[in-house]
């Protein structure tokens, strides 16, 4: 069993490999520059069955898995009770897609309403272990909604970068809990630039998204909850609404670190879903390319999903579907509303565009015979409609 005290990161370079011993918040790689750096821990460390066993009698929440997070103290943990979702059986619309295994992983039950809470207890907890008092980001709307809740119970200012796209719904929740308000007449690339030059003009520590490493851990424990659920087995298919790619890196990552501790046997394949307005990463993956042609003008409501410039993100993940197999497609927005409406109908689960998306490309997918009928999938139900009802019913 790993200890606390002997909990070793490193700090591993997503493009040129460098390893540095984590001892601080890097914003990139000492050798090479580049932005993206990801948690290592000494797997070997980790007894299996111990592991398992320990992990059976802790509390349902994403910390019972605290030995593969980036937190040393467990006193630094910030916590309202995130993650561990319910993982359920979606029988009537299973039937709908010709799919007999198809499972919701209910992410609309965290605290604030979306699977970014699972971002804002890990990164927040992280931060403020290392003293952070204050702190900037951009957001379209949920990641902004959970930091607001976590940063105000750690007691972290935090300044607040939108997008004009954004519902003022949304921005009225991340209000609520004391968050710094600026709206940007602009994309949400632009706002992540305004972020970033206010970041640097105040000396202020930036949350980068993707590259903030703390983030692609807390996605990993969807990983580790899922095969949990299914008795540690790996599904067939994880499916998520894809913008800046957080949530698939760190599925992907918590499978490699299950399967090298023996507690899942494979990474499952990634289905992601891109709106038809701001879709570049299935652009460029259904043409082959390694790099994505960034969206400059993203034309789509879902502001959730208007990431333009996926950037580096992209390319880890057209790595991870070349290695696991994987697909990519849109929906439109249109397709969303009717999918909202289908999901809500026949499975009691009310869910947000972004989600919906989702659920639009898998049933493309599934009627055009990329899926197999008795194969698992799981779908991420990544957001609630509470903030946005009034606009998804009048799109009826
Ligand atoms: C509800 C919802 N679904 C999907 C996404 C896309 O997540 P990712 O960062 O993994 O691309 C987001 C991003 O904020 C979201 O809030
Ligand atoms: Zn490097």
Redesign the pocket.
């Known amino acids: 069993m790993l200890q606390n005290s002997s909990k070793k990161i490193d700090l591993k370079c997503t493009s040129c490999g460098t390893i540095t011993p984590y001892s601080q918040l890097l914003s990139e790689c000492p050798n090479c520059g580049a932005k993206i750096l990801q948690a290592e821990y000494n797997l070997d460390l980790l007894s299996q069955s111990d592991w398992q066993q320990q992990i059976s009698t802790r509390e349902a929440n994403l910390w019972r898995y605290r030995e593969l997070l980036p937190v040393l103290d467990p006193k630094n943990i910030v916590s309202l009770g995130e993650g561990y979702t319910p993982l359920t059986r979606a029988r009537r619309l299973g039937e709908k897609m010709g799919l007999k295994n198809l499972y919701l992983k209910d992410e609309r039950q965290g605290p604030t309403g979306?699977?970014?809470d699972r971002q804002a207890s890990v990164a927040i907890s992280v931060m403020k272990e290392r003293g952070i008092k204050e702190l900037v980001l951009a957001s379209?709307?949920?990641?902004a909604i959970a930091y607001s809740a976590y940063a105000a119970r750690a007691g972290i200012k935090l300044w607040v970068f939108f997008p004009k796209l954004v519902p003022a719904e949304k921005i009225r929740e991340a209000a609520v809990c004391g968050a710094e308000i600026i709206k940007i007449d602009g994309t949400y690339d632009e706002a992540k630039a305004a972020a970033a030059d206010f970041a640097q003009s105040k000396n202020l520590f930036l949350d980068a998204?993707?590259k903030t490493f703390a983030g692609v851990e807390s996605?990993k424990t969807m990983a580790f909850e899922i095969a949990e659920q299914l008795q540690w087995q790996s599904p067939d298919w994880y499916f998520?609404?894809?913008?800046?790619?957080?949530?698939?890196i760190g599925v992907a990552k918590g499978f490699e670190e299950l399967a090298a501790i023996g507690l899942a046997d494979l990474v499952p394949a990634i289905g992601l879903i891109q709106s038809a307005g701001c879709a570049p990463m299935v652009n460029a993956f259904k043409n082959r390319q390694p790099k994505a042609t960034p969206v400059e003008n993203p034309q789509t409501a879902i502001a959730?999903?208007a990431?333009g410039n996926p950037g580096r993100a992209y390319e880890l993940l057209y790595d991870i579907l070349q290695e696991n197999g994987g697909a990519m497609e849109v929906a439109t927005d249109e397709e969303a509303y009717e999918m909202t409406r289908l999901l809500a109908t026949t499975e009691g689960i009310s869910v947000?565009p972004?989600?919906a998306v989702t659920f639009a490309g898998l049933m493309k997918l599934a009627r055009s015979g990329w899926i197999e009928p008795d194969e698992v999938v799981v779908v991420?139900c990544?957001?609630h409609t509470y903030p946005v009802e009034e606009k998804i019913i009048s799109n009826w």
């Open positions: 979306s699977f970014k379209t709307g949920n990641v998204g993707i996605m998520q609404g894809v913008s800046g790619g957080m949530g698939p959730t999903l990431t947000e972004a989600t991420n990544s957001g």
